[in-house]
């Protein structure tokens, strides 16, 4: 995962995971974002520490972490706060960066 920057929250779509770096919670949901990457061998998600970018987190209403936020066609589609499984994951990228799965 690479550091959101403000020029990418700008863009139309984007996956971004909001941590704190001390949430236990955010540390297991961190691993499954990573080996999802690891298997496409990419960088899918960016990833925001919450605690440095309190604006953001008032503006967005960010309501705990951690948060899988969902932009896509310059809109907020989803807030994500419960992981559950790598599965879970899947089903939304599966909606949300079907090109991950097309065949070459």
């Known amino acids: 995962m ?4 403000t020029k990418q929250l700008v863009q139309e779509n984007y996956l971004l995971y909001i941590y704190t770096p001390f949430c236990g919670t955010c540390s297991v949901a961190r691993s499954m974002l990573e ?7 990419q960088d899918i998600f960016y990833e925001m520490n919450a605690s440095l970018h309190p604006e ?7 309501e705990s972490v951690p948060c ?11 807030k994500v706060y419960a992981f559950q499984s790598i599965a879970n994951i899947y089903s939304l990228l599966l909606e949300y960066k079907p090109e991950l799965f097309k065949v070459t």
């Open 2 to 5: 690479q550091e959101v920057t």
């Open 35 to 41: 080996k999802i990457e690891s298997i496409h061998k």
């Open 56 to 62: 953001f987190m008032q503006e967005l209403k960010i």
């Open 68 to 78: 899988l936020l969902i932009k896509e066609g310059n809109e907020i589609k989803e």
